[in-house]
């Protein structure tokens, strides 16, 4: 079974600190996303990584950066948290052979106050 | 606009009942079409998926494609409370870039 985790279920943080979230995959594939899921809006691309070191931005990204320094690996940054970035953040991976067929971690409940 | 758009429900049947789930899009580009259903605090996990336009059938579920009138459905027949879930509609472009509808919770009601 392929096997998407995150770091953190949970994760409360004040205005202004910077956060990290991390996710690995363990099925060796080459792509890998990050989204945020808000009521009403559905799943929005923040950003995503066709392979190691390499990142394209989603349809989001603007107070996000991201880093892949290793294939299993790929990490989302909040610089500077804002109210407006609490939301439910799922890392998703997928085969590049597969464009369809994409495997979501559990997601991290991101509040910021 | 949202590339894909879908109503939110929620959607409440009896058991047994047919679930009939709805979504349109606006890019014409879209190659395959997916249905991912989503527990709750779960992520979403791939249910169908079909390439261009048809039917796709297995088991209960039904998915169907209609590229001339941009129409994305998803139909469960025989519908179980274990179904209860929210499922989301997403379309991919050749590049594998997924977008994603709002999704629409169903509730099976026993």
């Known amino acids: 079974d392929v096997k998407v985790t995150q770091s953190s279920r949970y994760l409360v943080k004040r205005t202004g600190e910077k956060v990290f979230l991390e996710c690995v995959q363990d099925m060796d594939h080459e792509n890998m996303f990050w989204y945020r899921q808000d009521p009403g809006l559905g799943l929005r691309l923040i950003y995503f990584?066709?392979?190691?070191?390499?990142?394209e931005k989603g349809d989001i990204p603007e107070g996000y950066s991201v880093s892949r320094e290793k294939k299993e690996r790929f990490s989302l940054i909040l610089e500077s948290a804002s109210t407006n970035q609490t939301s439910m953040y799922l890392c998703?991976?997928?085969?590049?052979?597969?464009?369809?067929?994409?495997?979501f971690g559990p997601g991290t409940r991101l509040t910021v106050t | 606009q949202k590339e894909v758009e879908q109503d939110p429900g929620p959607l409440s049947v009896p058991e047994g009942a047919i679930v009939s789930l709805n979504c349109t899009y606006s890019n014409s580009a879209f190659q395959y079409f997916m249905w991912y259903r989503q527990y709750s605090r779960k992520g979403p996990e791939l249910l169908m998926y079909?390439?261009?336009?048809g039917n796709k059938e297995d088991g209960r579920f039904t998915a169907q494609v209609d590229k001339s009138s941009k129409y994305i459905s998803l139909f469960i027949r025989d519908s179980q409370p274990s179904d209860s879930a929210t499922y989301l509609c997403?379309?991919?472009?050749?590049?594998?870039?997924?977008?994603f509808g709002a999704g629409t919770q169903v509730v099976v009601t026993p």
């Open positions: 079909t390439y261009s336009s």
């Open positions: 997403a379309g991919s472009d050749s590049w594998g870039k997924l977008q």
């Open positions: 998703a991976s997928r085969y590049s052979g597969r464009p369809y067929e994409q495997y």
């Open positions: 990584s066709y392979d190691v070191k390499m990142k």
